[in-house]
């Protein structure tokens, strides 16, 4: 099963938009997908302790545990990714091991391109994530109406989509 989780708590999100896109096409394609929303699920900020037994804890831990590999679609914030998704990281941290883990971002502007790799390399280094090596980075611009204006992003959505999913078998297989 791949996981789509959307991290923006936003009601207007571009990062949801990208998540439900890719969610769409693995369906399209007969993967197994489930799709985590955090507006949905809120979780507790994560405090070490009495956070950790919080029922939506053990929800998100449920989906991220039963998934070969996840999508994570992320607003990105002040260089970095959203507060929800590195709290939900923190509080489900081993469910992430040995996981294909692929990034979906959207950010206001290029100049954070690379702003996923602190994220990245902590799933690398801490859990063991096998990180798909190309992601989607969105700007305003990609949408329009509610939806991907932009080819190109749409087919870099599609491609993260199905490389998690190629490598969340192969890891699962291994």
């Known amino acids: ?18 998540a439900k896109e890719a969610h769409r096409v693995l369906v399209q394609d007969g993967v197994d ?4 929303d955090l507006r949905d699920c809120p979780l507790p900020f994560c405090d070490g302790g ?13 989906f991220i545990g039963k998934a ?11 260089y970095d990714s959203n507060a929800a998704v590195k709290n939900l990281v923190e509080m489900t941290c081993g469910e992430w091991d040995n996981k294909a883990v692929g990034f979906l971002c959207a950010a206001g502007g290029m100049g954070s391109y ?14 063991r994530s096998v990180i798909v090596p190309r ?38 297989a291994a």
């Open 114 to 127: 690379m702003s996923i790799m602190s994220l990245a390399n902590s799933l690398m280094l801490d859990f």
């Open 50 to 62: 009495p956070s950790l037994a919080h029922a939506n804890v053990a929800e998100a831990k449920k």
């Open 1 to 18: 099963m791949i996981l789509v989780v959307s991290s923006s708590l936003g009601p207007e999100s571009n990062s949801r938009i990208l």
């Open 135 to 172: 992601f989607a980075y969105a700007v305003g611009e990609a949408f329009s109406g509610g939806v991907i204006s932009d080819p190109g992003v749409a087919d870099r959505v599609a491609e993260v989509a199905r490389m998690t999913a190629r490598l969340g078998r192969a890891l699962k």
């Open 33 to 36: 997908a489930s799709f985590l």
């Open 68 to 78: 070969d590999g996840i999508v994570v679609a992320t607003p990105i914030y002040n």
